[in-house]
């Protein structure tokens, strides 16, 4: 590929979806040793790495946090670090250890809020059983950071680690609960639309939940990704891809509550393709996945848990939604996330 010299970096690059990936796919290309032991890399692009020690898998992930506002419905930038980096070890099947947090702070930022956060980060630490282990600040001159970035590196150890590419033909896929409740929350809360009172963010860490899972599927559990930047449809088209399977999906059950449906349709915004930050999606072998959903939803977490479709040996590497009404559609990988700034 020629590169032109006047190519500049857009939103878009960073939103999960198509651009990202490709802009990744050349980037990444740049480093030559990707990958430790045989382990996991950078070329698998999953949620995390992995590294094979002593019998066990140390997985480690990195994630930074830009979302405005700095606090939300539901949540705040210190919570969704946490979480963040905690669901994507937690979706490789590990459980999370030690956090390191990046801050970098504008000159003026008030040290009450910082206070606010960071005691947000500790609550959300404590919820996942991990602890905050090593970190560094940095501070940018007035007017050359606009709120706050918090990056969080995680790590944690896995039994048996769980890919996003392990899906077959034939396994079941769930959803741990509601789609769409973050990017909505915070699209609502953004606009004014008053929704604020019944919408918020699902934005938790769900590693305890997922443990319960692994409890149940054991080996059973063939797939798992969190469906954040690019939403449910980013999430399932990279499965798919990936595993080279079809995946079918039913739409009238996948969970969504009726404010974001509403909100969706009022804005143009398809709740599919926005970001959720306590949900995983799920690939079970179909013998395991009634005992799987019936774990996750003995959790708090997993109420609203559910099946909603399967892999097929069809249409390899494309998801396809099956309407309501019984039509079928592709759902598209989307292009990028249509909000920035909501992870
Ligand atoms: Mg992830």
């Known amino acids: 590929m020629t590169i032109k010299q006047d190519e500049r970096i857009t939103l878009l690059h960073g939103a999960g979806g198509q651009l990202m990936g490709e802009l990744l796919a050349r980037l990444l290309k740049r480093f030559t040793k ?43 930038i210190g919570r969704l670090a946490v979480a963040g980096t905690v669901n994507d070890l937690a979706v490789m099947g590990a459980q999370p250890l030690a956090l390191s947090c990046g801050l970098v702070i504008p000159e003026g930022f008030p040290i009450s809020e910082l206070e606010r956060i960071l005691e947000s980060m500790d609550r959300a630490l404590e919820e996942a059983g991990a602890a905050l282990i090593t970190g560094d600040t940095k501070v940018l001159g007035h007017g050359e950071l606009e709120g706050l970035i918090i990056n969080t590196a995680g790590l944690g150890l896995a039994e048996r680690v769980v890919t996003d590419a392990g899906l077959r033909a034939g396994d079941k896929i769930l959803v741990t609960g509601t789609i769409g409740d973050h990017g909505m929350a915070l699209l609502a809360h953004r606009e004014g639309l008053g929704f604020e009172t019944t919408l918020e963010s699902d934005v938790a860490p769900i ?30 088209n990279e499965m798919a891809r990936k595993a ?17 449906r ?15 930050e306590g949900k995983a999606v799920i690939g079970v072998a179909p013998e395991r996945a009634e005992a799987v959903l019936e774990a996750l939803r003995s959790h708090p977490q997993g109420l609203r848990a559910a099946l909603i479709g399967e892999a097929t040996a069809d ?15 592709f759902l598209e990988n989307p292009i990028g996330d249509p909000v920035p700034r909501i992870c």
Request: charged letters at 20%; glycine letters at 18%; one cysteine or more.
């Open 34 to 76: 990707t990958s430790v032991g045989g382990g996991l890399g950078l070329k698998e692009l999953d949620d995390g790495a992995v590294i094979p020690l002593l019998g066990k898998n140390l997985v480690f992930t990195t994630d930074s946090h830009v979302v405005q506002p700095l606090f939300f419905p539901g949540g705040d």
């Open 207 to 236: 590693n305890r939940l997922i443990a319960r899972a692994l409890e149940a599927g054991g080996e059973g559990i063939t797939a798992m990704k969190d469906p954040t930047r690019g939403g449910l449809a980013a999430c399932l």
């Open 244 to 260: 080279g399977v079809g995946i079918m999906v039913h739409e009238g059950a996948i969970p969504m509550r009726e404010e974001v």
């Open 262 to 276: 509403g909100l969706g349709e009022l804005l143009g915004i398809n709740p599919l393709e926005i970001a959720n």
């Open 315 to 329: 249409y390899p590497g494309k998801v396809i939604l099956v309407t309501e009404v019984g039509g079928k559609r």
